[in-house]
């Protein structure tokens, strides 16, 4: 049976707080690109990262994009 965990990330300046840690931290680079390819095909775009089973270790991470009513 494959197991997978998927961590919806919508980076904005609204969604930080002083209580709560980020699940990710990104580059300032990273923070960019990710800014760029939202503003070029959809405002609503979040990354996704997952976790499943396969891979040489037994895990292969995953990255997708999805809108935000789908995250």
């Known amino acids: 049976m494959a197991c997978s ?3 919806p990330i919508c ?6 707080s002083d209580d709560i840690a980020p699940a990710i931290s990104l580059t300032e680079n990273a923070s960019k690109h ?3 390819m939202r503003s070029k095909h959809n405002e609503d775009l979040c ?3 997952g976790v499943k089973q396969g ?3 037994g895990m292969l991470y995953t990255m997708d994009f999805y809108s935000k009513e789908n995250a």
Do not use: E, R
């Not at 980076?11 to 930080?16: F, K, M, Q």
């Open 47 to 49: 990354l996704g990262i």
């Open 11 to 16: 980076v904005s300046a609204a969604s930080t």
């Open 34 to 36: 990710f800014n760029k």
């Open 5 to 7: 965990m998927l961590i």
């Open 55 to 57: 891979g040489y270790s």
